[in-house]
């Protein structure tokens, strides 16, 4: 398997586009995660899903933000309209289970001028 | 409120010299502790994970060690190389509670730089 697969690597985007983050899971994964990654307030858990189902949102920063995982290979994260503030690295991340490893994809960078 | 605190933010040893980081947490109920490793420009990789019950677990030159009582855990780096210069993250995982689904809480990291 090649791991958790994101796209794009880098997106630099104007304020007010909108910006839609792919994640393919490891073949297998129950559950999927999506992250973001700022230097100060390091990794934050944004939403995950457990069978496709998304089972916490609670750490999306606002309605500008969703997620959806239409089948087990695909998620994305969404954000419409976009904001400087939202600039960062996301990660989305899959394990098997919720309290087993969770391996991470690459992240993309999200620059919004 | 649940939280975790790494120390050093920061720390610069010489290749070949052992180092330890420091993981406090105040995360309850417990479910267990990991540890990351992260590259610059790269994905969390993960290199141990802990419940409640262990104490001390390794991965190669890496030894995590678990103090449930105290809330404390220490990632010990052996010989140190150039490749272990990196972010390491320490993250506490909660049990589902109430109405809560179970959170993970994360550390920000201690940056460390091997020098040679």
Redesign the interface.
Known sequence: DAGVIQSPRHEVTEMGQEVTLRCKPISGHDYLFWYRQTMMRGLELLIYFNNNVPIDDSGMPEDRFSAKMPNASFSTLKIQPSEPRDSAVYFCASSPTRNTEAFFGQGTRLTVV | KNQVEQSPQSLIILEGKNCTLQCNYTVSPF??L?WYKQDTG?????LT?MTFSENTKSNGRYTATLDADTKQSSLHITASQLSDSASY?C?V?ALPYGGS????I????TKLSVKP
């Open positions: 479910s267990n990991r790269r994905g969390p990789v993960s994970i993250i993250v995982s689904q179970g959170n993970l994360f550390g920000k990291g």
